[in-house]
C-alpha cells in the first residue's frame, strides 16, 4: 500500500512520539510505507526540524548498516515556563493546605494532561543519561512516574511500605523519615530491579528528603546506581535537607496554615537545566 507523503509524515511523527530513545531503522520506515530510503530521510529532517521549533524534542541519527534515528523529548523552557507557571497558581490555592504544613496534590497527579507534561518536562532534564529503571514510592508518585519513565522508555519500579504476597521474595530496609524522624520500612521485590541498573528517582512532594534517602538506600541492595532525583514540588524551608542534587518544578517558599496562605515559585528546574543536570 503505497502512502501520500502527508500520511506518511503524521505517521512517523506518531510512532516515533511511541518509541522515544528506541532505535529504528530506516528499512523499517521504508518497508512501512512501500518508500525509498531517500524519501524517509527527507521526511524525518521535515519532522526533526518541526520538533526543535516546537521544542517538542529532536530526532538523532546514528550512523552505519545497523543504524537508523532515534526520538528524544527536549522541551525548551519557553515551552516549560507557561505550563510550570500555570502550576503554580494550581498549587497556590488555600484550599490545598492539610494539617502539618502538607498540600492536597490528589486532583493534579490524577490530571493527565497535568502528569503528562511534567513527566515530559523531568524526562528532558534526563534524555541524555543512561537510564534503566525509574523508581517511585507508592503511592502518590505513581503517575508522575509512569509519565516520565514513558518519556525515556524504560519501566517502572515501586517501592512500597509492606510486602505483597503477589511479588514474591522481597528486599526489606528501615530508614529514618527527614521530617517526622521516624524509622519507617521500604520493600522492594527482589524480581522488580535488575542489579547494576542506573535509576532515577521520581517523587510528588520532598520536605527533608527522607522518603528519597531510603530509595538510596534501597538502591545499594541491588548495587543500583543513582542517576537523578526529580520531584515536582518540594518545600523550600528545611533546616536540614539530606538531599543536594536534584531538581524540582515547584517549590514552596513559604506555607502559613494559620493564615491559609501557600507561596509558590518555580523550582529549580531551569538553574539545574542551565548549568547542567
Known amino acids: 500500500m503505497k502512502f501520500r507523503r502527508s500520511e506518511r509524515l503524521i505517521d512517523m511523527t506518531n510512532y516515533l512520539l511511541d518509541h522515544p530513545r528506541q532505535l529504528v531503522p530506516l528499512t523499517f520506515f521504508a518497508e512501512r510505507y512501500s518508500s525509498a530510503k531517500s524519501s524517509i530521510s ?51 490555592n488555600p484550599d490545598r493546605l492539610l494539617p502539618g504544613g502538607y498540600l492536597y496534590l490528589t486532583d493534579i497527579l490524577g490530571n493527565p494532561q497535568v502528569v503528562q507534561q511534567a513527566g515530559r518536562i523531568i524526562a528532558s532534564a534526563y534524555t541524555d543519561a543512561k537510564i534503566d529503571v525509574v523508581m517511585t514510592v507508592a503511592t502518590k508518585g505513581i503517575p508522575l512516574a509512569y509519565a516520565v519513565a514513558s518519556q525515556l522508555n524504560v519501566p517502572v519500579v515501586i517501592v512500597r ?28 521485590s527482589k524480581r522488580s530491579m535488575e542489579q547494576d541498573s542506573r535509576v532515577l528517582i ?30 515536582l514540588v518540594e518545600a523550600e524551608k528545611i533546616q536540614e535537607r539530606l538531599v543536594d542534587e536534584y531538581i524540582s518544578l515547584v517549590q514552596l517558599s513559604n506555607v ?18 542551565d548549568g547542567g543536570v
Open 256 to 273: 502559613d496554615v494559620k493564615e491559609k496562605m501557600i507561596n509558590v515559585r518555580a523550582g529549580n528546574y531551569f538553574n539545574k537545566m
Open 202 to 231: 521520581v517523587d510528588d512532594f520532598m520536605k527533608a528528603g527522607g522518603t528519597v534517602m531510603g530509595m538510596i538506600s534501597m538502591l545499594e541492595e541491588f548495587n543500583g546506581h543513582l542517576a537523578g532525583i526529580a520531584v
Open 42 to 92: 527527507e521526511d524525518l529532517a521535515i519532522i526533526k526540524e518541526t520538533f526543535e521549533k516546537r521544542g517538542i524534542g529532536t530526532i538523532q541519527t546514528v550512523p552505519g548498516a545497523s543504524g537508523g534515528v532515534k526520538f528524544f523529548v527536549r522541551v525548551s523552557q519557553t515551552a516549560a515556563e507557561p505550563f510550570i507557571n500555570e502550576l503554580c497558581e494550581l498549587i497556590a
Open 161 to 188: 511500605r509492606d510486602s505483597k504476597v503477589t511479588e514474591g521474595p522481597t528486599v526489606s530496609i528501615n530508614y529514618v523519615s527527614g521530617s517526622a524522624k521516624r524509622i519507617q520500612t521500604m520493600v522492594l
